[in-house]
Each structure stands twice: as structure tokens, then as C-alpha cells.
């Protein structure tokens, strides 16, 4: 694993000098092989010289000269061999080194290649590089450049594209910001004026009606009441429940509504009185039930009468004529339980009925605000309403707390 490790992170250079290394060891040892073989023949051809020779006598002249040229041929041609294997590796090492540095220049110009293509668009010149195989690779580097810097203009002209059209939309959406800025203040002025409006038309809109009402009393003191006066009552009381309601709208955020103590039985048959007229108008009775003790309640009288006023009204117009809207005080537990009930057509939803512009008859009048509000006074006191319709009747119950509960 480690000779695995070595090579794989081995350099160019380090390569050609263990290359080297190795060529230069085996062609010693080759001639060293070489040069033990021409001794061994050497040796061989002495051994036969002193056979054949054997009757000579070993200090003979023509033996001894015979010796030394066999031993200088042995050195002349060891010095040959050595000599040429010199030659041929200093050969050999030369093509190695032109090669290397050949190699070694296609590989650094690949380097400073890929180096400055980073942060420049250049491309490798094919005659700068010497071997083929390179140069091949040379033009795939190229072609790889070359698409690369297409897809980089491409990408520099839609950012710039896109920055424009960033930039129109940015101004569009400011545009459309100070026109919805312009559209608010408007909104808010508007909103303000028909506030001020209401309120100056529910404060002049009260003196003609109590003005209308007395004359109305004052009149029904000398003379009888007939139907034509009975109708003007009755649109008078209803206009005057309106009026209350609208006073209330406007005023309920900016005034405070003190809690007092409240005679219930004596409140509701003040009420109901009120709304007799109407009621006769309509072909309708009030059948008032109520128990033999005084109850009592700890509530503001203005969001007391609007929760009965409305509640009333409500049955007037939706009962069925000829019937009787029955009215019911007592005692139940904790709670004091005010209920109205009568004969009308079923109600499908009774939890929208108390919702903003909701009716079940579009033919009927009005904008369905009136329980509207008796909710969102409910909620704010605390008082639970339950809401039962059937085919025979259709009830309205309001939960008050009793007084120290």
C-alpha cells in the first residue's frame, strides 16, 4: 500500500531520475556480467594454454608473451565494452533528458494553461506543443475554453437582461407603491369624512325625531289615533332603533359605558311598550312572560337597550302575522336568561345570522348589522347566546351573569 501511495504522488522529475537510476544499475550489472564472462574465458583459455603447453617449462619467453597478450586482449576488450555501454547511456540519457524536457515544457504550458484560464480567457497555441498525443489533448482543452467563455456571455448578457428588467419592475413596484400610498391616504380622508359625516348626521337626526315623537304625543292627548298616525308611530320607533344603533357605532370607541344596576323585569317592559305600535303594524303581539320577583342585572343601559332593541325588531320582522312573539325573563342558576322566541321560517345557518350583511330572505330590508353588533356586545360582556329554530318556533336566548357572579 505505501509503494502503491509512493507512486501515485510521484512527480514528472522524480520519475526520470528513478528511470535513470534504475537503467544505469542494470547496465552496470550488465557490464559486470559481461566482463566476468570474457574472465571466465579468459581463465579458460589459459587453463588450455597450459595443457597444450604442459611440456613447456613455465618460464619459457614465447609462454609468457603468449600470457600477457591474452591478458591485455581481456583488458582492451573489457575497456571496450565499458566504454560502450558509457557511450550508449550517455546516448540514452541524452534523448531521455531532450524528451524530459520536451514532455516536461508540453506539461508546464498545460499548467500555466489551466492556471491563468481561470481568471483569463486564453486558449494553448498547438505549435507551442511537441509531442501528438498532447496536441490532441490541446484541442479538447480548447473547445472546452471556447464553450466555456460562450456560456459566460451568454450568462453576462442575461444577468445584464435581467438587472434591466429588475430595474423596471423595481420601478414599476415603486410606482404601483406610492400610487397604493396615494390610494390609502384617499382611503383614510374618505373614511374620515364619512365618519364625521355619520356623526354629524346622527347627531342632527335626533332633535327632529324626539320632535316628531312629542308632536305625536301631544296629539294622540286631544285626539284619537287612527291608522295613518298609528303608521307614522311605528316608522318613527323604527327609525329612532336605527338611529340608537348608529349612535352606538359612532360612539362606542371614544366614550366610556359605566355599569349600573339594572331592574330587568321593569327595563323590558319599558322596551316592549315602545315597540307595541310597531308590533301592532305588523299584525303582531307581544306575549311578555315574566316572574313574580324583581331581577336584577349589572350592565350599561346603552349596550342593554341595543341587544333588546335589536332582538325585538329582529322578531317583529321575520315572525309570521297573526302570531305572538313570546318574551321570558328567569332564573337559572348563576344566570339570568332573557329569551324571545315566535313563529317564523326556519333559520338554515344560525351561526351566521349574527354575521355582517348576512340574510337568509334577500327580500327583506335592512343589512343584517343589527345582530352584528348584539354579538360583538355579547362577547364583550361575557353574555352567551344560543339560537334554536324550528318549524314552530324560533328562539333567541341571552345568558346575563348574575349580580356578584
Known sequence: MKIKYLF??????????????VIFLFSMVFVGLLVEE?????????????????KVSPDNEVLKQ????????LIKTALVIVTLSFILFAVFLGLNNLFNKLLQRDMQTFLDFFEHSVHHDQVINPKLI?????????????DMVTKINEQKHTLKELNLGL???????????????????QEKTFSQNLLKSQKEFLRYTVHETNTPLSVILTSIELYLMNNPKDRQLSKIEAAVKNIFSIYDDLSYL????????PKLVINLNNYLSSRIDFFTEVAHMSRIKFNYIQTNEDIHVYFNETKLQRIIDNTITNAIKYTMPDEEVHVRIKQVGAFVEFSVGSRSKIIKDTDKVFDAYYREEESRDGFGLGLKLVRSI???????IEVNSSDT?????????????
Open 8 to 21: 501515485q504522488n510521484i512527480t514528472i522529475k522524480q520519475a526520470n531520475v528513478f528511470t535513470i537510476t
Open 250 to 257: 359612532v360612539k362606542k370607541d371614544q366614550i366610556e359605558y
Open 38 to 54: 570474457i574472465y571466465e574465458d579468459y581463465e579458460q583459455s589459459l587453463e588450455q594454454s597450459y595443457i597444450t603447453d604442459s
Open 378 to 384: 355579547c362577547e364583550e360582556e361575557g353574555v352567551d
Open 130 to 142: 511537441f509531442f501528438k498525443d498532447l496536441k490532441i489533448m490541446v484541442g479538447y482543452a480548447n
Open 66 to 73: 603468449k600470457q600477457q597478450k591474452l591478458k591485455a586482449l
Open 393 to 405: 318556533l324560533t328562539t333567541f336566548t341571552y345568558k346575563f351573569k348574575m349580580i356578584g357572579e
Open 163 to 181: 438587472e434591466e428588467r429588475v430595474k423596471n419592475k423595481t420601478a414599476a413596484l415603486l410606482q404601483i407603491n406610492e400610487n397604493l400610498e
